[in-house]
Structure formats: structure tokens, C-alpha cells
């Protein structure tokens, strides 16, 4: 149905609007329908008021013109693995006969076939994919809001917005493959090595270059569950004020090491100094108040590989480790760490525990400042 043709006040897609607001909405659906849009396509983002996204989705993967029957026979892959992908990814699945897929679906579909043919099991690759969907949902809802940032203003209408956004969109886009190729190859560069040195850490034999420190991390107390209340701005804002926590309160010898999301990494050369600046940080963001959320830490000591400005090897996964185990607003440590520390803490036994990837059970300390009770 051509785009003049459509009674779009008819088929309600203008309702409560008036004046203005009305002839907005009126040519930014006569725009999208002269590019193909169909009508149910049209309904269903203007009842979910996504409609202003339209003219930018047609920019990222193409218009979508194809049923899942169509994308299964021109790529190769059944529909069945096509379907249970889109499950994997966290993707809705379209109703049988609905044209949702672009030709960038056809191309993504035959890319899964070059793994399977490699060796990878389909299992295999839908673990993958809800792996990639589980973190690259979030960073899609930032990447979505950032071009927005850069076109709204007062009293811009939704016609307006929506040609603004996908013509930022048009010009970011190219950008966004290299960028998140760029930074998955850094984090498999980085997963790499970890692993290559957790071998020869488990085949028994000592390090060349790896040296005694003190590694601790602290985490953001139910920043995943978070992610699932509050817009992806609010998660960066709170990431941003970690690192700016951790930088504060961090003094040599102690180093911040890196920020990963909702966790902050530290390193020293000299034990009790990290322990110092790590309940400095528990106590800093506690000083937040209730809008931030509370921080939990481990800590370890032992031999490690420094490279490239990162440290790895056992302290730096068992201080992970017990991280993941600490109690909301609490620093837990390995025996090692406690031995080391002497004067200026307190500590208190908090009993042996299995921790998964250490092979030995380890004994936890929780820690806390001489001063304290």
C-alpha cells in the first residue's frame, strides 16, 4: 500500500494527538511508509513508542523484508538453529510469516555456518551467542541513547527528532563494527594470556618475571540486578564515580589497575597498603549515600605476572574469587594476606571455603581497621 494511501488517523496511529504534534506524527509516518515501512510494522512501534528509531533502524542491518522461512533458505542454516539463535541472543521471535529480518540476518546466519563448519557443536555456539547477547544488549541500549544525546532539544518535534537521529545514526554507524572488534579483541588478548598463566601456574612451575604482590578487587553490590531496573545513563554514571572513588582513594604504593564495569582492580607492592585504601573504598562509597550502591572486596597475595600495565596469575583470581563470596560493605582476604599484614587490623576467621577455578579449599579472613569494633 503506497504511503498516500493510508488513512493513518483511520488505522489510529494519530490518536491523542492534536495540532503540531499531530502533523508531525502524520509526516514522519508518510516518510516511513513512502520507504516500505508496512503498516503493522507502523502500528506495532507506535504503540510502543518507537517510532522516533524507525528511520535509524532502516540504517542499521536494512529494512526488514524478509520471514525467518526466507533468511533459512537463503543462508543455509534451518530455521530451527535460526529461531533458538534469536532465543539465545535474548531476541524476540517473530510471528510465523512476519517479515522481521534484513538481509544483514541472511549474512549473520551464514556466518554461524562457517563456525559450526570449523568444529564448533551448535551447543557450543549458542552458549556463545547468550554470552554476546547478555553483554551486548546493554552496551546496544548505550550506543542507541548517545545519538540521542546529540540531536534532542526543546521543543524539537517527532518528525524533526526522528530524521536528526537517523541521520547521526547514518554517520556513526560505520563506526561501530571496527570499535567492537577493537575492544573484543583486547578482552581475547587479555582472557589469553590469563589462561596461558593459570596452565603453568596448575602444571606446578614458578613464573619467569612474576613477582610478590598484594591484588584486591571491589565490586558494586547488585549492579547486575541494577541493570535490569534503571536506564543504561544511570549504570554509567555509577561505573564513572567508582573509578572516580577508587582513583581518590588510591595512593602509593597502591595502584588502581582498572575499572571493569561495576569492579575496580588494585595492586601493591606492600600488603597493608591495600588493604588500607580497599576498606578506604568501602568506606568512601558508604559516604555516597543510599543512591549508590555498596561495595564488597577481596584481596590475596602471592606471585604474579605483570604485563602491559594488568597483573596475572593465582592472587589476581583469588582475590576475584573471594570477592565474589564477600559480604555487601566487607573485605574478605586469603591466609596469606592475613599473615602478612601484622599491626593496624583487625581480623576475624570466617571459615574455609571451596572457591570456584582454586584448587584448595581456602581459609577466609574478613578485615577490618584496628580502630574498629
Avoid at 588510591?250 to 595502584?255: A, F, H, L, W
Avoid at 581480623?347 to 574478613?366: Q, T
Amino acid at each position: 500500500m503506497a504511503g498516500q494511501e493510508i488513512d493513518f488517523a483511520a488505522e489510529g496511529l494519530l490518536d491523542g494527538l492534536e495540532g503540531t504534534d499531530r502533523e508531525e506524527r502524520l509526516g514522519l509516518l508518510r516518510e516511513l511508509a513512502a520507504q516500505g515501512v508496512p503498516l503493522e510494522e507502523l502500528r506495532r512501534n507506535v504503540e510502543v513508542g518507537r517510532l522516533v528509531f524507525l528511520l535509524a533502524d532502516r540504517v542499521i542491518g536494512g529494512p526488514r523484508h524478509l520471514t525467518a522461512a526466507q533468511v533459512a533458505e537463503r543462508s543455509g542454516v534451518s530455521i530451527d538453529f535460526l529461531l533458538a539463535s534469536r532465543r539465545a541472543m535474548g531476541l524476540p521471535i517473530p510471528e510465523p510469516g512476519e517479515a522481521a529480518f534484513s538481509d544483514g540476518d541472511v549474512e549473520a546466519a551464514r556466518r554461524s555456518l562457517v563456525a559450526t563448519e570449523a568444529g564448533l557443536s551448535e551447543e557450543d555456539l549458542l552458549e556463545l551467542l547468550r554470552v554476546l547477547g547478555r553483554g551486548l544488549a546493554q552496551a546496544a541500549e548505550t550506543m542507541r541513547t548517545l545519538p540521542l544525546k546529540l540531536v534532542l532539544r526543546a521543543g524539537i518535534g517527532e518528525r524533526e527528532l526522528a530524521q536528526h537521529y537517523g541521520e547521526t545514526v547514518a554517520r556513526l554507524y560505520p563506526l561501530v563494527n571496527p570499535l567492537m572488534s577493537d575492544v573484543l579483541a583486547l578482552h581475547l588478548r587479555h582472557a589469553t594470556e590469563t589462561e596461558m598463566v593459570g596452565a603453568a601456574e596448575r602444571d606446578g612451575g614458578r613464573l619467569p618475571g612474576a613477582r610478590r604482590v598484594a591484588v584486591g578487587f571491589a565490586d558494586l553490590v547488585g549492579f547486575t540486578r541494577l541493570g535490569e531496573e534503571v536506564p543504561p545513563d544511570e549504570l554509567g554514571r555509577l561505573a564513572t564515580r567508582l573509578e572516580a572513588i577508587a582513583l581518590e582513594v588510591s595512593v602509593p604504593p597502591v595502584r588502581l589497575v582498572k575499572t571493569i564495569g561495576d569492579a575496580a582492580m588494585l595492586a601493591s607492592p606492600e600488603p597493608a597498603p591495600l588493604l588500607d585504601v580497599a576498606l578506604g573504598l568501602i568506606d568512601a562509597a558508604e559516604a555516597e549515600g543510599g543512591d549508590f550502591p555498596q561495595l564488597r572486596a577481596g584481596a590475596a597475595l602471592g606471585d604474579a605476572l605483570a604485563r602491559a600495565g594488568d597483573w596475572y596469575g593465582q592472587p589476581v583470581n583469588l582475590a576475584s574469587r573471594l570477592t565474589s563470596v564477600a559480604r555487601p560493605g566487607s573485605l574478605l582476604v586469603d591466609g596469606a594476606l592475613y599473615e602478612a599484614v601484622g599491626r593496624g587490623f583487625r581480623a576475624s576467621y570466617a571459615g574455609e571455603r571451596h572457591l570456584k577455578g582454586i584448587r584448595e579449599p581456602v581459609a577466609l579472613f574478613r578485615m577490618r581497621r584496628a580502630a574498629e569494633a
